[in-house]
């Protein structure tokens, strides 16, 4: 019990004789030991490292999480060290949606197949999304954590050491110095000399030692940078991956709804009376929205009994168009398309053609040429040039 008195008295001396040390350095009444440059750029390189991982990490999770509410549930699950359950993703459950309803709509009608052809797509996207974020997790988030919650506490708790140690070696040297101004005055003062001396020989030796100790761990954020470099690399390795995975699902499926399309516009919707789906328009490409301007909508001319409408029927002759004497357009491709049927035009990404409307065209749909060739185009698959 006296052991444990004392070592609480002395324990109380040093953080007064700390805390005083401080004080008078703050108000600029004692002297201070500075680190030499080196030691204080790896301080401010460390302090900059530890800032921008912060950064980084929490930027990282919004973005592989944009819902809040879900990453505080992920954070409460790992403080708990417990599995976090698994999430069903957007896309999966935007497919669950699309099927049940192609399964109310009838799976066998133009809508409700169009709709098993999206939901799986969708359910693929969101497969390849839950597999990109379980991936970026573990090879660069927590690398990153592991740092934050590892190494730079280490380095922190290191640097309060020395910052302890720093204030006992300037309280020993103002220690020492008001010794020998009175030691100058009176030669009783002899003996507290020899013991500030000590004291400050003591506390120099495990200044030094300290120091030593910081600056290997602070030279060690060369390493680190070198570890974060490597995890920076495999996370755009696998977000590379995951986008060209998208690519191709949204590609595979572009072509899946474009052999659709011709049965589509030759008269499976319109003017077909057994029908009880309405019209649906081709589905544009997922890319395409970004790039392609604006199309005015041309009102579709009704079929009038006994005067054929070949255009609103979808039968379309490409040598009985002429082309109107003003409104043609020039046209850039922007993806590969293959004709349906003979009434369509091909296309190959890149080329230029010549594209207008006639009236009762569908406004999803402009005729093409290219050269002596005719034929329905999808607007979508188009780069309107001025």
């Not at 708790?157 to 140690?165: P, T």
């Amino acid at each position: 019990m006296e052991f444990n008195v004392k070592k609480l008295a002395s324990d109380a001396g040093v953080f007064f004789s700390r805390a005083m040390q401080f004080t008078e350095e703050k108000l600029g009444q004692a002297e201070k030991t500075e680190l030499d440059a080196h030691f204080e750029n790896l301080l401010a390189r460390a302090d900059c490292t530890k800032n921008w991982t912060e950064k980084i990490l929490r930027q990282t999770e919004v973005l592989l999480q944009p819902n809040p509410s879900a990453r505080v549930e992920e954070f409460l699950y790992e403080k708990l060290d417990r599995k976090v359950p698994s999430r069903v993703t957007n896309g999966e459950l935007l497919a669950q949606y699309m099927t049940e309803a192609a399964n109310d709509f009838g799976p066998g009608t133009p809508y409700g197949k169009t709709l098993i052809k999206v939901g799986e797509t969708q359910r693929r996207l969101g497969a390849a999304e839950r597999e990109f974020i379980h991936s970026a997790s573990i090879n660069f988030l927590t690398p990153l954590r592991n740092f934050l919650e590892g190494d730079w506490r280490t380095i922190s708790k290191e640097r309060r050491i020395l910052q302890n140690r720093r204030l006992d070696l300037d309280a020993c040297k103002a220690r020492l110095k008001k010794a020998k101004a009175a030691e100058a005055k009176a030669a009783l003062w002899s003996d507290e000399v020899e013991k500030a001396e000590h004291e400050l020989r003591l506390t120099q030796t495990e200044f030094d030692r300290q120091a030593e100790v910081t600056r290997l761990l602070l030279e060690g954020i060369s390493s680190t940078h070198v570890n974060h470099l490597r995890c920076l690399h495999e996370f755009v390795e696998s977000q590379t991956n995951y986008y060209a995975q998208c690519y191709q699902f949204m590609l595979d499926l572009q072509k899946q709804l474009g052999s659709s399309k011709g049965e589509i516009f030759s008269g499976t919707f319109v003017g077909n009376a057994d029908s009880t789906s309405p019209a649906a328009a081709p589905s544009p490409p997922a890319v395409a929205a970004a790039t392609l301007p604006a199309v005015p909508t041309i009102p579709v001319v009704p079929t009038i009994v006994g005067v054929p409408n070949t255009v609103a029927e979808g039968v379309l002759n490409p040598n009985e168009v002429k082309p109107p004497a003003s409104g043609t357009r020039k046209a850039r491709v922007l993806y590969d398309y293959e004709a349906a049927d003979s009434t369509e035009l091909a296309l190959l990404a890149d080329e230029m053609i010549t594209v207008y409307s006639l009236p009762g065209m569908d406004p999803d749909w402009l005729i093409g040429e290219r050269g002596n060739q005719k034929g329905k185009v999808p607007v979508t698959y188009l780069e309107l040039l001025s």
